[in-house]
């Protein structure tokens, strides 16, 4: 899928993680050619990131942007030239928690991240990705400081799409009903993407699209149905793990779910035309 042509897409279906696991892969794999999931979104570092693409390779159809990742696995760069990101055994940190504290509080400095992800990027460049989009593991790139950063590398590498998780908690109710702690991740992406959107306005990029899916791990196939009715206007990026959860997994090859997939992967130009999707 080009960018072109992901712009005028109404639902950008974006599998993240690709590239970490081959069982999570190979469940990707899955809902591309069932035709529910029409994006992915590669973790450069992954251990399996090279079979990832090769498979990527065989379906040219798909979005595939840079999943920019400071949590799992080991950086691609030298320890020592990113303090903080690394303990002793030269791996990644994996505990949100710790990495938000660290980072508030100045213990990771922006210069490393930016040397990883700097390093993720031109890796992806490097195996012949040409990314439509760019985000983060966790959403760490909505942080203030670092979403300004990745709108600089965006620019440097010609990537025109930032992932803005700027989906309302209100819009979350109907994925995942009245669960505090989704809830409550959902607000705080929401606040954030509040003061993102104007940034990235202003360095003439475009987010995918408006995002849903960010309290759909659970969500079977019925409340996938209903979240896809009830879709915004323009164009929506859902976020999914298949792989990572069975019953997610399960609903993106239902036959319902990627019926209504397949019929919403419409040009949104269409909308204007009179189209009900």
């Known amino acids: 899928m080009t960018d072109a042509n992901m712009a005028r897409t109404r639902v950008i279906c974006c599998a993240d993680d690709m590239g970490m696991r081959p069982d999570w892969d190979q469940a990707i794999l899955r809902c591309i050619d069932a035709g529910s999931v029409n994006a ?4 450069t570092n992954g251990p399996v990131f090279g079979q990832a693409l090769r498979a990527l390779a065989t379906r040219p159809s798909v979005a595939v942007g840079i999943h920019l990742n400071v949590m799992d696995g080991r950086p691609l760069s030298p320890p020592d030239r990113v303090p903080g990101l690394s303990g002793p055994s030269g791996r990644l940190d994996p505990r949100v928690g710790r990495f938000l504290v660290r980072y508030l509080t100045g213990r990771i400095g922006r210069e490393a991240i930016e040397r990883e992800w700097t390093c993720q990027i031109e890796a992806g460049l490097a195996g012949g990705l040409r990314p439509t989009h760019v985000n983060s593991h966790f959403h760490l790139h909505m942080l203030p400081g670092l979403f300004e950063l990745v709108l600089h590398m965006a620019r440097r590498y ?3 799409r930032v992932r803005v998780a700027d989906q309302p908690p209100w819009a979350a109710w109907s994925e995942v009903g ?7 991740k959902v607000g705080v992406l929401w606040a954030l993407s509040y003061l993102a959107m ?3 306005r202003a360095e003439g990029l ?3 699209g408006k995002v849903r899916g960010l309290a759909m791990d659970a969500a079977d196939a019925q409340r996938w149905m209903d979240v896809l009715r009830d879709l915004p206007p323009g164009p929506t990026e859902l976020i999914c793990h298949p792989g990572q959860f069975e019953r997610q997994t399960a609903a993106l090859l239902s036959p319902e779910v990627v019926a209504r997939i397949r019929q919403m992967t419409v040009a949104v130009d269409a909308d204007s035309q009179g189209d009900s999707a």
């Open 158 to 160: 010609g990537i025109e």
């Open 40 to 43: 992915v979104s590669i973790v």
């Open 206 to 208: 475009e987010p995918v």
């Open 198 to 200: 104007p940034k990235l």
């Open 178 to 184: 009245a669960v505090p702690r989704e809830l409550a």
